[in-house]
């Protein structure tokens, strides 16, 4: 298929979507900027349904260049990319990341199962008789006797964004696989689709994009849980804690060696037309996948970025290096 791009060139690179890689693109844009001695790149932390939309809404100076993911492209949305004259896009998996079940500093560290968080946040719980019921579990103790006898309060991402659908990935779907009393009843497709639904009732309570605001919300009110990216706990260690996730805790070498359950890898997207037109978009792309950005010793795992393995991070640069 043959791309025709008559727009002007603009004179800046734009990125958009998930806020959990944002804070990782924006360092990287301003040290682009200043190495290159060009404008900074425009980075916009959209969440990822909203820059998946803005992404695949066509080629062109009008549209973005790199779409950030924190979960990896549906093929609904590549199919809404192809329809819209996006044939060839690029996904680079640039590290990972980790889903924090957290709360207060001043609370004890807790230890749920993946069990215990699919009970507190899932729509629907399937009863011994194999009946799938609305939930009713509001306190921590109706769930599992050795946690508290406090209400179930959970801060979490809004609907629309990668993070959420980490949650029913990660969460709901792999607890719901691994209970035997589902797959008695449903087969493969029916389990994904009767847990993927988290409740309404007020127990889920999205928390908006501001994840500093929800940090207040449970300082006002302990009992409270938020789940964040492991990113946002790095940089909030003197006011939030992590909670074990069965038993293990979200620390950096956890994730890497994939041992922390609720790990999870982050993505970039690109559409490879845009390299022909928009400057300097390839040498961006050479930067982003350096060892110097993303490496072992790199300044985006300062911040927190779970990096890739050597083998990995060459694999990764093959793949950019090879546009040239």
């Not at 298929?1 to 727009?7: E, G, K, L, S, W």
């Not at 890689?21 to 916009?44: D, G, I, N, Q, W």
């Not at 209970?179 to 008695?184: K, L, P, S």
């Not at 037109?277 to 970025?305: A, C, H, T, W």
Request: glycine share 6%.
């Amino acid at each position: 298929m043959c791309v025709y791009v008559t727009a002007p060139a603009r004179s800046y690179i734009h990125v958009v979507g998930s806020s959990v890689v944002y804070p990782f693109m924006a360092l990287m844009s301003e040290e682009f900027a200043r190495e290159y001695k060009t404008h900074v790149p425009v980075v916009e932390s959209l969440g990822t349904g909203a820059g998946v939309k803005l992404f695949c809404s066509g080629l062109g100076v009008s549209n973005p260049d790199i779409l950030m993911s924190s979960r990896r492209m549906t093929d609904v949305e590549k199919v809404f990319c192809e329809s819209n004259g996006i044939s060839e896009v690029l996904e680079l998996n640039i590290g990972f990341d980790g889903l924090v079940f957290a709360s207060v500093i001043s609370e004890p560290v807790q230890n749920f199962s993946l069990q215990d968080l699919f009970n507190a946040i899932s729509s629907h719980i399937l009863s011994s008789s194999g009946e799938l019921l609305k939930n009713q579990y509001y306190y921590w103790n109706e769930i599992n006797s050795s946690l508290e006898n406090k209400r179930i309060e959970i801060f979490g991402p809004v609907r629309n964004s990668g993070t959420y659908q980490s949650i029913l990935d990660l969460i709901l779907c792999t607890a719901c696989l691994s209970d035997y009393r589902y797959r008695m009843v449903y087969d493969i497709p029916g389990i994904l689709d009767i847990c993927k639904s988290i409740r309404d009732d007020g127990t889920y309570i999205e928390g908006g994009v501001n994840s500093n605001i929800v940090v207040q919300r449970m300082q006002q009110k302990n009992n409270i849980y938020a789940i964040f990216s492991y990113s946002f706990l790095n940089k909030n260690r003197s006011l939030i804690h992590a909670n074990k996730i069965d038993g293990v805790l979200p620390e950096y070498d956890l994730i890497v060696r994939k041992r922390y359950p609720l790990s999870r890898p982050i993505y970039l997207y690109v559409k490879v037309d845009h390299i022909q037109f928009v400057p300097r978009l390839l040498q961006y792309l050479q930067k982003l996948v350096s060892d110097n950005s993303i490496g072992e010793y790199g300044y985006m795992r300062d911040i927190g970025l779970i990096v890739l393995s050597q083998e990995e991070r060459t694999n990764l640069q093959s793949k950019v290096f090879s546009l040239s």
